[in-house]
C-alpha cells in the first residue's frame, strides 16, 4: 500500500484527489486549513504540522493557493494593481507552498520513486501569456513553478528516484472557479483528479522539475 500526502485536502481538487487515492488503495495523510488549521501565510503553523507528520510518503500531492484576497479578483489592467493585495496572493500562492516543499527531503524516501505534484496552472507560464491580465495570480504562480523546478534538482542529488512537478488541472469546477465560466467549460472535480494522478503515476524521474497539465503534456515555462 502506497503511503500519501495530501496537502489542502478540504479545497475542492485537494479533496477529490485526497479520495481518488484512497480509492487506489493509498493510505492518506491530509492536512488543511479547515480541518488542521493549515496557514501556509504562518512558518509557525506549517513547521508545526509538517514537522509532525512522519515519512515516507511515496505520493504528495500539494493543492494551496488563492485567486485573489477575499472580495477582492484577478486584475484586468495593470493600473489596478494593489501592493497589498499582491503580496498576499504571493504569500499563499508562492512563499506559502515554498516553505512546505522545503519538508519534502525528510517526507519522501531516500531510495526508489516518489512523486510530487504541486497545483499550479498554465496562466503561469510566460511563453503561453497572450491574453494578459491576471497580473498577481500569473506571476505567483510563475514564481511557484521556478521553486518546484529548484526543488527537482535539489532532490535529484539525494532521492534519485523523486518525481516533482508542476501540474496544471484544467479549469475545475470548485468554489475557486464559481466566478467564471470558459468558454471550455469545466472539469468535475471527480475527474480532475483522475487525470491528475493517471499524470503522476506516468512520470519518470527524468522528467522531474518539468510542468505538465492534465493530460501529462508539457507546458512552456
Known amino acids: 500500500m502506497i503511503d500519501a500526502l495530501v496537502i489542502g485536502a478540504s479545497g475542492g481538487i485537494g479533496r477529490a484527489v485526497a479520495e481518488e487515492m484512497r480509492g487506489r488503495g493509498g493510505n492518506v495523510t ?5 480541518d488542521d488549521g493549515l496557514d501556509v501565510t504562518d ?3 506549517v513547521n508545526r504540522l509538517m514537522g509532525a507528520l512522519d515519512g515516507p510518503f511515496q505520493t504528495v500531492f500539494v493543492s494551496v493557493g488563492i485567486l485573489a484576497p477575499d472580495g477582492g479578483a ?5 493600473a489596478a494593481i494593489d501592493p497589498q493585495a499582491m503580496a498576499q496572493v504571493f504569500a499563499v500562492n508562492t512563499i506559502g507552498v515554498a516553505h512546505v516543499l522545503s519538508h519534502l527531503p525528510r517526507l519522501l524516501p ?3 520513486r516518489s512523486v510530487t505534484g ?5 496562466v503561469g507560464s510566460i511563453g503561453d501569456n497572450r491574453m494578459g491580465g491576471w497580473y498577481s495570480y500569473r506571476a505567483s504562480k510563475a514564481a511557484l513553478n521556478q ?3 529548484g526543488a527537482a534538482v535539489e532532490l535529484s542529488r539525494t532521492h534519485r528516484d523523486a518525481v516533482v512537478a508542476a501540474l496544471h488541472p484544467g479549469t475545475v469546477a470548485t468554489p475557486f472557479t464559481a466566478r467564471y465560466d470558459p468558454k471550455h467549460g469545466k472539469t468535475a472535480p471527480e475527474e480532475a483528479a483522475k487525470n491528475l494522478l493517471d499524470v503522476m503515476e506516468r512520470l519518470t524521474p527524468v522528467q522531474t522539475g518539468g510542468f505538465f ?3 501529462g503534456q508539457e507546458i512552456a515555462w
Open 213 to 215: 497539465d492534465y493530460a
Open 147 to 149: 521553486i518546484v523546478h
Open 118 to 122: 504541486v497545483l499550479t496552472a498554465r
Open 74 to 78: 484577478p486584475e484586468k489592467q495593470i
Open 43 to 45: 512558518p509557525v503553523s
Open 110 to 112: 531516500k531510495r526508489g
Open 30 to 34: 491530509t492536512l488543511s486549513r479547515r
